[in-house]
C-alpha cells in the first residue's frame, strides 16, 4: 500500500507540473508495486489527494504519508469488523504462482509475481514488482513483499517489505501478536530499517484480535463466498492503522487475459473511512469456480488506468 500512495502522490504532483509523459513513466515504475498491495487501501487513501498535491519537494517520504493519510484514516480496532474463516471446503493451493504483465495506457510498464506455498498451518504469500522495458532506464525500482496467515482461521501472521526505489533502500517487518486473553486486543508491531541511513525505528499500535494485511488479503478474499450483490467486511491492518474494508462483489464477468479466458466475478474493494467518491476505483475480477484465482485487478484514476493481466499460473 506504502507505493501505491506514493504512485497517487506523485502522479498529483507531476499532473500539476504538466510533464505528463516522462515523469508519468516515472512514476509508474512506482505504481506497478504498489498496486501489489492496494487492492484494499486504494479507495481510502483517495480521501487525501487534495492534501497530496501540496507536499513540497524537500518533504521526506515519512512526512509525505502522514500528511497524505491522516491518523484518523483508521478506525478504533475494538469496533472493527470481525474476521470470518474461509468457507467451509474451501482449500488454499499447496504450491502456486501467478505472473501478471502490469500495463499503463499504451505501456507494459512491469511484471508482478505472486507465490503462495503451505508450511504447516501457515500459508505463505510473496510478491514481487519490477519495472520492465523504457520505464527502467527513468527510474530504477525492484521491491519485494512477504506474508503469512493462517490457513484455517485466515489471520495474518506477519507481513514484511524490502523496498530499492532509486538509492532508497528500507526493510520493514510487521508482525501481528495476538491478544494475551480473550476479549483483548492484539498488537501489531513495525521495525523498519533504513538500510542507506543505518537507522532503525520502531512502533506499535492495537489490533483486532484477528486481522488480515494488504498482501494476504488478495487471496483471504478468495477463500469467502462470492455471490453477487452481497459483501464481505473485513479489518485491515496496515500502516499502524486499522481500516474497516468492504469487498462488494457485483457481479458475472467474462475476462481475457494472456493466460486464458475465463468466467469471473468481479469485486470492488471501499472502506468506510475516509472515502471519497469518484476519486477511482480498484476493481479485482476472480475466477467464479473453486479456485478463486485473481486473474485481472484494475485501477482507475484521473491520470489514467493501471491493469494486471494474468499471464501464467503454475
Not at 510533464?19 to 481510502?44: D, I, S, Y
Not at 498451518?121 to 527513468?138: C, E, H, L, Q, W
Not at 527510474?139 to 484455517?152: G, I
Request: proline residues 6%; aromatic residues 8%.
Amino acid at each position: 500500500m506504502v507505493f501505491a500512495l506514493n504512485w497517487i502522490l506523485f502522479s498529483h504532483r507531476f499532473a500539476l507540473e504538466g510533464n505528463v509523459f516522462l515523469n508519468g513513466l516515472n512514476h509508474c515504475k512506482r505504481w506497478v508495486c504498489g498496486a501489489v498491495l492496494a487492492v484494499a487501501a486504494c479507495p481510502w487513501v483517495g480521501a487525501r489527494a487534495q492534501t497530496a498535491a501540496t507536499v513540497t519537494p524537500k518533504t521526506t517520504l515519512a512526512q509525505k504519508l502522514s500528511n497524505f493519510v491522516s491518523p484518523q484514516g483508521g478506525i478504533d480496532p475494538a469496533q472493527a469488523p470481525v474476521l470470518q474463516p474461509p468457507a467451509a471446503g474451501y482449500s488454499f493451493p499447496q504450491k502456486q504462482t501467478l505472473t501478471y504483465a502490469v500495463d499503463w495506457r499504451v505501456f507494459t510498464a512491469g511484471v508482478a509475481v505472486f507465490k503462495l506455498e503451505q508450511v504447516g498451518p501457515v500459508t505463505k504469500v510473496s510478491a514481487t514488482a519490477d519495472t520492465v522495458g523504457a520505464t527502467n532506464m527513468i527510474y530504477q525500482v525492484v521491491d519485494r513483499f512477504q506474508s503469512s496467515f493462517n490457513t484455517q482461521t485466515g489471520c495474518s501472521v506477519g507481513f514484511s517489505k524490502q523496498t530499492q526505489e532509486g538509492r532508497r533502500k528500507v526493510s520493514s517487518d510487521l508482525i501481528f501478536q495476538p491478544p494475551a486473553a480473550a476479549g483483548q486486543l492484539g498488537k501489531q508491531v513495525q521495525v523498519e530499517r533504513n538500510l542507506g541511513k543505518g537507522t532503525v525505528k520502531q512502533l506499535e499500535a492495537p489490533i483486532p484480535a484477528c486481522v488480515t494485511d494488504s498482501l494476504s488479503g488478495i487471496f483471504y478474499v478468495g477463500s469467502q463466498r462470492l455471490i453477487p450483490g452481497g459483501d464481505i467486511k473485513l479489518p485491515l491492518a496496515d500502516a499502524m492503522r486499522t481500516v474497516a474494508v468492504t469487498m462488494r462483489v457485483e457481479a458475472h464477468e467474462e475476462v481475457k487475459t494472456p493466460a486464458g479466458t475465463f468466467q469471473t466475478v468481479r469485486v470492488q474493494p471501499t472502506a468506510d473511512a475516509g472515502v471519497v467518491k469518484n476519486r477511482g476505483t480498484i476493481t479485482i475480477w476472480y475466477t467464479d469456480d473453486v479456485r478463486h484465482l485473481p486473474v485481472q485487478i484494475r485501477a482507475k484514476l484521473f491520470w489514467g488506468t493501471i491493469t494486471f493481466h494474468l499471464q501464467s499460473v503454475s
